[in-house]
C-alpha cells in the first residue's frame, strides 16, 4: 500500500483525483488530501507519505516550498506537480529540488495515472536499491573483522605497504587505529592450558583474555588485537583521540602511555589468573614503533618469549628487559631469530611474482653471507633455510620443476659444498629467483590460450552431445561465468558462436564428403532431431542442407 497525498487550493481538483484514484484500484492506494500548502504540512508531519500530487503554484506556501518541506522529511518521496501554460517558469526550480514529474492540469486522467505509476516504480526501484545497499553494509560490517585480521596478519609478514596505501587501507576496513601515527606492541602468551581442553574452549579462553585487556586498556588507549599461534596475542596500541591522556595533553604523550601500559599488565594478569584460571605472560615494546617497523618489532618481541627469562611462567617483560638480560651477546644476535619469518616471506613473493619486493628483502637477508662479522653457523643456517623455500616452491608445480631441470642446474640447492663460495651461492638464488618469475609470467602468458585451445579439442571431441557451457568450464577448471568471460576477451567472439561456427564447418565437410543422411549427420552433431539441425543450417547459410549438398555436387 503506497500513500498519496493530493495538494491543491481548488477543491474541485483535489475532490476530482481523490475519486480518480479512489476508482483506480490496481495502485493500491491510501490516499489524502489537502486543500493548501499549510494543510498539507499538518498532514506530512503526522504521515508517512510515499507521492505528492500538488498545484506548483497556490496562494500562501507555494509548490516549491512544499517541496524543499517535503524533501527534508520525507527523502523518497516523490513530489508530481499540476502546472498551467503559464506555470514553466517555475519548473526549473521544481527540477532543481528534486520534484518527479510535472503534469499539465488539461492532461487526461490517463497521463495523471501513468505519472503515479512511474511514482511507484521509481519508488520501488530505489527501496530496492536501499534494501541492497542496507545488505551490502551488513555484510561489510560482517566482514570487517576478516578483513582485519587479514590486514595486520600480513604486516605481521613483513609486507611492504607504502604511508598512502596504510591510511587507505585503514580507512577501508574501519581499522581503530591511526595510519599516520606510530604504535606500541604487546604481546600476551597463554603460558598452559588445563588438562582435557578443546579448541572451541581455547579460543573462548582467549577471546576472554582479550576482552579483559581492553575493558582495562580502553579508557585511556586505542588498540586492536590479533591471535596468532593459537595461543599467543598481539595488541597495537595507541594514545586515544577520546581518552582521558588525550584531553590532558595536546600533543601524545608516549612516555606516559608506556608507563600506564606496563602498570597495567599486572592487572591484567592478575584478572586473568582470578577469573579464567589462566596463567599468562606479556611482552611490551618500550618504545612505539612506525608501521614499517611493525614487522622487525613483532619478531623481536617474539625473541624475547624464546629465550631467558622470557621462557618463564607468568612473566611481565620488555623489550628493554631482553636487551639487558642478552649479557655476551654479540652482534645482531638477537635478529636470528625472525630471520627464519623473513626466509618465508620470500616464498610468498616467490608465489605471487613480487619480483621487486623479493630482490629488496633478498639483498638485505643475503648480507649475511658477504659479512665477515657473521659466523659460518650463521650463514648456513640462512643457506638451508632458503633452499627449502626454493625447493618447496618448485616443488608445487611438476612443469615447473621439469622446467627449472632443463634450464638450470638444481644442484646447489640439494647440498652445500665445501669449496662453494657464499659470493657464488648469492648470485646463483638470485638468478634462480630469475628463472622461476620468468617461467611465471610465461605461464601467466601461455595460460589463456590453453585454456582456450582445450575447450576447442573438448568441443571437437564431444560435438555429438549436448555440449554446455558449464561442462566445457568444467573441463579446463574454471568458474563457467569466468571462463565465457576469459575466452570472449582472448577470441573475440562468445563460446556459443564459436560453438555454433564449428558445428556449422563441421555439417558442410560431412554434407560434401560423406554419404551420411541428414538425420545421421544432425546426431552426430548433437541434434535431437533433423528438424533442429535443419533449422539450424538454414539461419547459417540461408539454405537446407539437401540444397546445399546438390548445390556443391553438381
Not at 619486493?357 to 633455510?385: I, M, Q
Not at 545421421?520 to 535443419?534: C, K, R
Amino acid at each position: 500500500m503506497y500513500r498519496l497525498l493530493v495538494v491543491d487550493d481548488l477543491p474541485i481538483i483535489v475532490d476530482g483525483l481523490i475519486e480518480l484514484f479512489e476508482q483506480t484500484g490496481h495502485l493500491e492506494l491510501d490516499v489524502l488530501k489537502a486543500y493548501s500548502g499549510e494543510e498539507a504540512l499538518e498532514v506530512l508531519q503526522s504521515n508517512r507519505v510515499d507521492i505528492v500530487i500538488s498545484d506548483i503554484k497556490m496562494p500562501g506556501l507555494e509548490g516549491i516550498e512544499l517541496l524543499k518541506e517535503i524533501k527534508a522529511q520525507w527523502p523518497a518521496c516523490k513530489v508530481i506537480f499540476l502546472t498551467g501554460y503559464n506555470d514553466f517558469h517555475y519548473v526549473q526550480s521544481a527540477v532543481k529540488y528534486g520534484s518527479f514529474e510535472y503534469i499539465l492540469k488539461i492532461e487526461s486522467d490517463d497521463k495523471i495515472i501513468s505519472s503515479v505509476e512511474r511514482a511507484i516504480a521509481k519508488f520501488d526501484e530505489e527501496f530496492d536499491q536501499r534494501r541492497m545497499y542496507e545488505r551490502a553494509n551488513n555484510r561489510m560490517r560482517m566482514a570487517l573483522p576478516s578483513l582485519q585480521r587479514e590486514y595486520v596478519s600480513g604486516l605481521l609478514q613483513g609486507k611492504p605497504v607504502s604511508d598512502g596505501q596504510l591510511a587507505s587501507h585503514f580507512q577501508d576496513i574501519d581499522m581503530p587505529l591511526r595510519a599516520d601515527m606510530p604504535v606500541f606492541l604487546l604481546l600476551g602468551r597463554v603460558d598452559g592450558w588445563k588438562d582435557m581442553m578443546t579448541a572451541p574452549d581455547k579460543a573462548l579462553l582467549i577471546y576472554a583474555v582479550q576482552n579483559i585487556a581492553e575493558e582495562y586498556l580502553a579508557p585511556f588507549v586505542r588498540s586492536y588485537s590479533y591471535v596468532y599461534d593459537q595461543a599467543k596475542v598481539v595488541w597495537f596500541i595507541q594514545p586515544g583521540a577520546d581518552s582521558r591522556m588525550a584531553q590532558e595533553a595536546s600533543e601524545p604523550d608516549w612516555k606516559k602511555t608506556a608507563t600506564y601500559l606496563s602498570g597495567m599488565l599486572e592487572t591484567i594478569q592478575a584478572t586473568c589468573k582470578k577469573l579464567l584460571q589462566l596463567p599468562v605472560s606479556f611482552m611490551l615494546g618500550s618504545e612505539p614503533v612506525a608501521w614499517s617497523g611493525v614487522f622487525d618489532r613483532f619478531h623481536s618481541l617474539k625473541y624475547g618469549f624464546v629465550s631467558g627469562i622470557g621462557l618463564s611462567s607468568e612473566v611481565i617483560l620488555s623489550d628493554t628487559d631482553i636487551r639487558r638480560g642478552d649479557v655476551g651477546a654479540t652482534g645482531d644476535s638477537r635478529s636470528d631469530y625472525f630471520h627464519h619469518a623473513r626466509v618465508q616471506l620470500l616464498g610468498k613473493c616467490l608465489e605471487n611474482s613480487h619480483r621487486d619486493e623479493f630482490y629488496n628483502l633478498y639483498l638485505d637477508l643475503t648480507e649475511v653471507w658477504t659479512c665477515d662479522s657473521f659466523p659460518y653457523e650463521r650463514k648456513k643456517e640462512l643457506y638451508h633455510a632458503m633452499a627449502a623455500v626454493f625447493l618447496a616452491h618448485i616443488n608445487k608445480s611438476e612443469d615447473m620443476r621439469v622446467y627449472l631441470n632443463a634450464a638450470h642446474d638444481l644442484t646447489p640447492l640439494l647440498e652445500l659444498r665445501d669449496k662453494t663460495s657464499w659470493q657464488f651461492l648469492k648470485q646463483y638464488f638470485m638468478q634462480t629467483a630469475d628463472c622461476l618469475f620468468d617461467w611465471h609470467a610465461a605461464k601467466g602468458e601461455q595460460l589463456p590460450s590453453e585454456v582456450v585451445q582445450k575447450a576447442h579439442l573438448f568441443i571437437e571431441a564431444h560435438i555429438a552431445t549436448d555440449i554446455s557451457l558449464n561442462a566445457i568450464a568444467d573441463h579446463v577448471g574454471l568458474n563457467p561465468s569466468y571462463f565465457s568471460r576469459l575466452y570472449k576477451q582472448i577470441t573475440g567472439i562468445g563460446m556459443s558462436d564459436y560453438i555454433n561456427d564449428y558445428r556449422n564447418l563441421r555439417a558442410k565437410e560431412l554434407l560434401l564428403g560423406s554419404d551420411m543422411k541428414v538425420n545421421d549427420i544432425a546426431a552426430a552433431l548433437g541434434y535431437n532431431s533433423g528438424l533442429a539441425f535443419i533449422r539450424f543450417f538454414k539461419k547459417q547459410n540461408e539454405t537446407t542442407p539437401q540444397e546445399f549438398r546438390t548445390m556443391r555436387s553438381t
